[in-house]
């Protein structure tokens, strides 16, 4: 008798952590500044929503045709570089707009976006 309401209670347990995101709006906005600061097109696209990570592609073109000749390279990393100092963390303000949507702004990295709940887990949106 007590090992089946001990499994119960597991099994309700993991299927409500099952349904909720692990990953709160805060972090997602932390997450997507620091990327942002390596150029990491690739951790952007992974946090954004299947319709903003198509914008992605244009962007990730660019930098592929920048980073092709050792100038493009060497200014991408001077980039990189000056962004270093900048505390994601602190500097990423969000603000509610309603229960699932978010909007996420940094001065610091002069990133402006939104953010909404895709299947229990926040992405980044247009």
């Known amino acids: 008798m007590k090992f089946s309401n001990v499994l119960s209670s597991v099994l309700v347990v993991v299927a409500f952590s099952a349904c909720w995101s692990t ?3 805060e972090k ?3 997450a997507m500044c620091e990327f942002a600061k390596q150029a990491d097109i690739k951790g952007m696209k992974e946090l954004s929503t299947p319709e903003f990570a198509k ?3 244009q ?3 660019l930098f592929n045709a920048a980073t092709a000749t050792e100038e493009g390279k060497a200014e991408l990393a001077k980039q ?3 962004m270093s100092a900048i505390d994601c963390k602190t500097s990423s303000k969000i603000t509610d707009i309603n229960e699932t949507m978010k909007q ?3 001065s610091e990295t002069a990133q402006e976006f939104k953010l909404t709940l895709v299947d229990g887990k926040w992405k980044v949106t247009n």
């Open 23 to 25: 990953e709160s709006p």
């Open 28 to 30: 997602v906005a932390v």
């Open 55 to 57: 914008q992605f592609a």
């Open 80 to 82: 990189v570089a000056s």
């Open 104 to 106: 996420v702004s940094n």
């Open 59 to 61: 962007i990730e073109e």
